[in-house]
């Protein structure tokens, strides 16, 4: 007989033991169920069973929306589609009958499950997050299912809705393909203020007043030219004795502003409310960036005092004034953050090495290369091994023995050697619990070393414990958005013998002796819990004596999972194994894998160059699925710097995809300790001894875990007849702390070199294109896979920022990063106008020459109102001005509007022969160079 097939008659006796009074079945359905949806749910049996599942109401139980009825010969993994029923609650019932002779006729088992709502992501983009009375509100809707496919039926409604909710204008039972576009125009009188959309998909969202809703803002403001960036530490120790910063302003178009800095730090106490603060300020010229520091007052050295920095860049010549905030920096008594991380997710299987990583990290957040570590543990014995990080500031750890059934949890800390402990604290701590199995059995998933690719494989190397020459079937499903996206099975022989190549690379904490373990403990900074703290397991008293099974697992095998990586995975997706026990006992594990943002449908946007002159051809170019309906959308970089971001971006869209992630995030533990608290108290009602107290005055749980956790935390409802649940409980006696214990303490230059983007030609159009938005239209992509856009770009001085969004039936949604494109050119014009005016009132205007070119410039300016205006002392631009490389110019006027409306006003500066003072080299070869700008004043 070959091995094949010994190791298959070895399997059928294995199932064969598995024949007793229950019929031996386990459902897994995945949690997020959503109403109507297509929803899969796997069945694995262990003997030949008629299945039925019924979906009972709970509010209606002669309500039963779902029925299905199937068999299953003995070892069958059988998964099965079916639509999920209405929104509710209901109560998941699955009845087996074997078809054996002899067998028992029925068995009942259910739980409780939770359809919701039908789950659809709808976005509305607007053009712009913000708006000035007059002008026109584009915007784009559309919704995805969880499979990122576009909803393409009719919209019931769009409402667009003024400050005071009144609406405005309405788009009714609006038909789109996936991408619905819509416009509107404000009327000049248009109440300032902030503004919605709502959108409501069908009749049941409106009787529901269910919207999905984007506010916009109305606004009289003028775009910023400029922006203010602060580089500030986020935390300084209580030791700094000053707080260094750098502040730096920065044109749109990327040159560095010119100008004086403001720069005040705000000190508060945070002991009261309403408390007194002081500042201090510096005033200072800058040119780009300026370095900054303050020095800090001794009696500031604590934590009860934060700070803020408040910062005003004023540009030279205008006086256009740009602000900004920074938080900050908090004081912080931690030098180090060290932070320790492992491989099984906060659990310990006895039998298996436990891997630990520890990363340490700067005050600023960067790795700390070079600090010795010492880790240890402390149960019945010390256990302790001294690491100095690498240059990622990492190192790994193991705790290859000491791991014995005899702990339910473990506690592990890591400190840095070398500091004042009592001025600084450099430890952290973690718990590890135990996971419980009465046979020793076990499955460990390992975790990817980095963060996966789509449409890549990965292979992973699953070591379990089992018995010598026994037979294993193993069952596995991947789960992904709340949609099961694969399963499959595997039979091993467990004749392999698991080679740990993770232990090779970490280092095994060692037993330290009597003597190393008085010398470790007067060295290391132990945390001790205070009066009142429960300290261990060691004070419970189990319900039940802790029994073990006759299947004692005795060697460490493994198997070889691969998965191929699909777009569908993306950005998180969780592994789930399992294998059955001769007795019954399930033996799982879970593992959750992170992967990078992706999309089936590939969608890029591309410029055809990066920086090109005002009014110059250049093509966008769109690839994404042929057939696939794109948005495309760029706009001003001002735009953003003023209202904020409005893009939706990949990142924005794979947060929302989440949200059909029903696993609990870590350290969301109370709908585990409510679970662990039903289980128990089953136990109890089982328990004589446990009816001879006051439930009141004990708390009962366990202090492990068993193979519940791998279905709960991979995001799977099981129901079965099996040994799911095997942890013992216990009691222990209410505690009344005296205090709170503190948890685990985890904690450019200004000339260029060459200048391509001059005119070829002395003769220069105006420049009268100054579009906040410039690029907003829907393109359908051809069989070719792209499209190429040739366009003209505007008039504006300044960085454009945009992406295109797609949608197509069969692959779904994808969207492009924010690319950019820079219209420049070294010598140009700028005129600064306010708002709005009013007739008849004088007001100030500014002309501002900007000279990137290497040498010095003779210019005259002009300035053409056509009759609209009178101008006060007109005198001094008659006479040219010299602007040497790098500089720039202001020119104030005062005007007077004498008519109303949108008035015209031309600038114009035009490079003339003539010398500069001091003898200074003129560059004469762009004698004739002139630029001109045509703006409108809005006068009342």
Known sequence: MDVTSRSLTLFFITLASLCHAENNFLLTLPKAIYARSKTEFCLTAYNDIEVTIDFISLRNVQDTPVQIEDSYSRGEQKCTNFQAPPQGEYRLEVTTQSTEPGAVSELHNSTKVTVHGSKLITFIQTDKPMYKPGQKVMFRVFTLMRNLKPRTENIKSIYVLDTNDVRVKQFLDVEQKGIGSFEFQLIEEAKLGRWKIEVYLDDEDEV??????????????????????????????????????????????????????????????????????????????????????????????????????????????????????????????????????????????????????????????????????IVSTQNEFLYAGEFITDSNGTFLFSLCEGLTNNRSSVQISAEALGYNSSRYITRSFKTIQQWYSPSRSYVQIPPAEVQLKCSSKVSLTVPFTTKENSLVQLYYQVIARGNLVKSGHIIHSGESTYDDTAQSQSKCLRQLSEEERNETLGSINYYRPSRGYYQGSHDDTFLKDVVTSDFQADKVSFFVLDLDVLPVMSPQFNVLVYHILPDGEVVADGRDFRVEPCFENQVEMTFSKTTVAPGEKVDVFIGAQPASICGLGVVDKSINLLGGNHQVTPEMVFKKIEEFNLVPPPGADEYFNNKDYQYCMKNVKSTSEGQDHEDYFWILSSPFVDALQAFEASGFTVVTDLK???????????????????????????????????????????????????????????????????????????????????????????????????????????????YAAVRGEKLPIMLTVYNYLEKCLHIQMALDMERNFAVDKNEFLKEPVCICGGKSHTVKIYVTPKGLGYLPIIAKAEIIPGLCSNAIDVDTQYIGLSDAVKRQMFVK
């Open 724 to 834: 799911l649940e095997t942890r013992p409980c216990s009691r222990r006696p209410q505690v009344f702390y005296d205090f709170m214990v503190p948890a685990s303490m985890s904690s450019a230059e200004l000339v260029p070199r060459s200048n391509t983007l001059l005119v070829s030609s002395n003769s220069k159009a105006i420049r009268a294109h100054f579009p906040e938005t410039w690029l907003w239209d829907l393109h359908l992509v051809g069989d070719s896979g792209a499209v190429t856009l040739h366009e003209t770009a505007p008039d504006t001085i300044t960085s454009w920022l945009g992406n295109v969004l797609c949608v197509h039936p069969e692959t779904g949604f994808g969207a492009s990063p924010v690319t950019s494109l820079r219209t420049f050119q070294p010598f140009f014009l700028s005129l600064q106008l306010p």
């Open 208 to 373: 529901r007043q269910r919207a999905t809703v984007q506010e916009f803002e109305v606004k009289e403001y003028v775009l910023p030219r400029f922006e203010v960036l602060i580089t500030a530490p986020n935390n300084i120790l209580t030791t700094d004795k000053n707080i260094k910063g750098k502040v730096c302003a920065q044109y749109t178009y990327g040159k560095p502003v010119t100008g004086f800095v403001h720069i005040e730090l705000k000190t508060s106490t945070n002991l009261y409310r309403y408390s007194p603060s002081d500042s201090q300020e510096q005033v200072k010229q800058i040119s780009g960036c300026y370095e900054f520091s303050f020095d800090i007052p001794v009696e500031k050295h604590y934590s009860l005092y934060s700070y803020k920095l408040n910062v005003t860049v004023t540009e030279k010549g205008t006086g256009v004034v740009v602000n900004n905030v920074f938080d900050g920096p908090k004081i912080t008594y931690e030098p180090l953050t060290i932070e320790i991380e492992d491989f099984t997710k906060g659990f310990f299987k006895p039998g298996l090495p436990y891997y630990g990583k520890v990363t340490v990290k700067k005050i600023d957040g960067s790795p700390a290369e070079g600090e010795k570590i």
